[in-house]
């Protein structure tokens, strides 16, 4: 007896007790089955985790890389002012000055004016509501999602000048391609002495861009600074001054010093209050996603105890007999918690594979799942990205596997404490 209380925890025999447990047949008094309804569940429900983690991770880093790559950082534009003629403007006269004290704040890397207006677009008998960007070809050279992506793109940036740059789902909409003209009305045009006329112009594609975002590239169109003002009547005026910042997760701090560099009439809107409410709806998600798939994990884990309630029960027997030649309480309990913890430990190992095998190979997969669909399995026009992304990072692997193997571990002791408080004696009285 005392030899076998000072035994170390965890002792080769103990190993070995519990594994002859684990692989033992029904008929031996085992629970094969449910050892591998366990550790199938626990697999599954590890793996779906960790799916679920890396789309979300995935889609909100591609979400927030389209916002940053295609749109201002921080948008400078003007407070509601008196012109000369007793009227009310917000236009910026003195742009070239305000872009200036723009660039010239710390973590600035970009200042550009722009003209903006919404208007609508006509080709080959197609029509299209736009949104026009009137910008340098400078300041459009700079912006990553439209003029670095070469792969994604088609025509010559450099003829910017010439003609008009558009998006992939504008062109796709109106049936054009580069080298074709596109017909652009607005409908506050020239003023006559009969009033206002709608205003027509037309256009070369010179230049063809894919920025990543379904809404951007289905209604975006770029044009010249100067040809934008003509046709909008902006002569002399700019809408607003488009910002980029070098670290735009810290673009909160920015408001002040840039609002500071234009004076009392300047007004900032950051990426963040355009799309800060999606993106906690996102934070929100994620959290209610994490928790739902926790009870997932958990209800796989409660199939460890069954199992090992029903292991005890059937091997009460074996428990009198290892009681009696001196195994100490320490030891059955250590035997049965192995029997549980590596069931547990092999279906996160599983899981953690299985997952991250769907993560690394989610765009093959995710194009089975359209084939088998016939297509249309994933829409751009709702989810405004257009595939399905994922990306595994450590630290949401650790968060399955960490919540897993407490889980697992957790549940492990209650059955396998029942079996060591076990009287031998009760144990062996009906055998």
Same mark, same amino acid.
């Given at each position: 007896?005392?030899?076998?209380?000072?035994?170390?925890?965890?002792?080769?025999?103990?190993?070995?007790?519990?594994?002859?447990? =684990?692989?033992?047949?029904?008929?031996?008094?085992?629970?094969?089955?449910?050892?591998?309804?366990?550790?199938?569940?626990?697999?599954?429900?590890?793996?779906?985790?960790?799916?679920?983690?890396?789309?979300?991770?995935?889609?909100?880093?591609?979400?927030?890389?389209?916002?940053?790559?295609?749109?201002?950082?921080?948008?400078?534009?003007?407070?509601?002012?008196?012109?000369?003629?007793?009227?009310?403007?917000?236009?910026?006269?003195?742009?070239?000055?305000?872009?200036?004290?723009?660039?010239?704040?710390?973590?600035?890397?970009?200042?550009?004016?722009?003209?903006?207006?919404?208007?609508?677009?006509?080709?080959?008998?197609?029509?299209?509501?736009?949104? $026009?960007?009137?910008?340098?070809?400078?300041?459009?050279?700079?912006?990553?999602?439209?003029?670095?992506?070469?792969?994604?793109?088609?025509?010559?940036?450099?003829?910017?000048?010439?003609?008009?740059?558009?998006?992939?789902? $504008?062109?796709?909409?109106?049936?054009?391609?580069?080298?074709?003209?596109?017909?652009?009305?607005?409908?506050?045009?020239?003023?006559?002495?009969?009033?206002?006329?709608?205003?027509?112009?037309?256009?070369?594609?010179?230049? $063809?861009?894919?920025?990543?975002?379904?809404?951007?590239?289905?209604?975006?169109?770029?044009?010249?600074?100067?040809?934008?003002?003509?046709?909008?009547?902006?002569?002399?005026?700019?809408?607003?001054?488009?910002?980029?910042?070098?670290?735009?997760?810290?673009?909160?701090?920015?408001?002040?010093?840039?609002?500071?560099?234009?004076?009392?009439?300047?007004?900032?809107?950051?990426?963040?209050?355009?799309?800060?409410?999606?993106?906690?709806?996102?934070?929100?998600?994620?959290?209610?996603?994490?928790?739902?798939?926790?009870?997932?994990?958990?209800?796989?884990?409660?199939?460890?105890?069954?199992? =090992?309630?029903?292991?005890?029960?059937?091997?009460?027997?074996?428990?009198?007999?290892?009681?009696?030649?001196?195994?100490?309480?320490?030891?059955?309990?250590?035997?049965?918690?192995?029997?549980?913890?590596?069931?547990?430990?092999?279906?996160?190992?599983?899981?953690?594979?299985?997952?991250?095998?769907?993560?690394?190979?989610?765009?093959?997969?995710?194009?089975?799942?359209?084939?088998?669909?016939?297509?249309?399995?994933?829409?751009?026009?709702?989810?405004?990205?257009?595939?399905?992304?994922?990306?595994?990072?450590?630290?949401?692997?650790?968060?399955?596997?960490?919540?897993?193997?407490?889980?697992?571990?957790? $549940?492990?002791?209650?059955?396998?404490?029942?079996?060591?408080?076990?009287?031998?004696?009760?144990?062996?009285?009906?055998?």
């Amino acid at each position: 007896m005392d030899a076998a209380r000072s035994t170390k925890p965890f002792s080769r025999f103990e190993w070995k007790i519990a594994w002859a447990y =684990l692989r033992a047949r029904r008929e031996e008094g085992g629970v094969s089955v449910m050892t591998w309804i366990s550790l199938i569940g626990i697999t599954l429900a590890v793996a779906a985790l960790i799916i679920t983690l890396a789309v979300r991770t995935g889609f909100r880093n591609e979400f927030v890389d389209t916002i940053l790559g295609a749109n201002a950082h921080v948008t400078v534009y003007s407070a509601l002012y008196e012109t000369e003629d007793g009227g009310t403007a917000r236009e910026i006269p003195d742009y070239e000055d305000w872009a200036a004290k723009l660039a010239a704040v710390e973590g600035v890397t970009a200042a550009a004016p722009l003209v903006r207006g919404q208007v609508m677009a006509t080709a080959n008998g197609k029509n299209a509501g736009i949104e $026009v960007y009137g910008i340098s070809a400078e300041d459009l050279a700079r912006i990553p999602r439209v003029a670095r992506h070469p792969d994604e793109s088609w025509g010559d940036l450099s003829r910017f000048s010439e003609g008009i740059a558009i998006g992939s789902g $504008v062109a796709r909409e109106l049936g054009v391609m580069v080298g074709d003209r596109v017909r652009i009305i607005s409908p506050e045009g020239a003023k006559t002495a009969f009033g206002t006329s709608p205003r027509v112009s037309s256009f070369e594609v010179v230049y $063809v861009f894919t920025a990543g975002r379904y809404d951007i590239d289905r209604t975006r169109v770029y044009l010249p600074f100067a040809e934008a003002q003509r046709f909008f009547n902006r002569e002399g005026v700019a809408d607003e001054i488009e910002v980029m910042v070098e670290r735009p997760d810290e673009v909160d701090r920015m408001a002040v010093p840039l609002l500071m560099a234009v004076g009392e009439r300047g007004m900032v809107w950051t990426w963040r209050d355009a799309s800060g409410a999606f993106l906690r709806a996102l934070d929100i998600e994620d959290n209610v996603m994490f928790v739902i798939l926790s009870v997932l994990v958990l209800i796989a884990a409660m199939n460890i105890v069954s199992g =090992l309630i029903m292991l005890v029960k059937n091997k009460g027997r074996d428990i009198g007999i290892l009681r009696t030649i001196g195994l100490s309480e320490g030891s059955v309990l250590r035997v049965f918690f192995i029997c549980g913890a590596v069931t547990g430990v092999l279906g996160t190992l599983f899981g953690v594979v299985i997952g991250g095998l769907f993560a690394i190979y989610i765009d093959q997969i995710m194009s089975f799942v359209n084939w088998l669909n016939g297509g249309g399995a994933w829409d751009p026009s709702i989810r405004g990205i257009y595939a399905l992304p994922a990306e595994l990072r450590w630290e949401d692997v650790l968060k399955a596997v960490s919540l897993s193997l407490g889980l697992s571990f957790l $549940v492990t002791i209650f059955p396998a404490r029942r079996a060591a408080r076990m009287n031998p004696v009760e144990a062996l009285r009906y055998e």
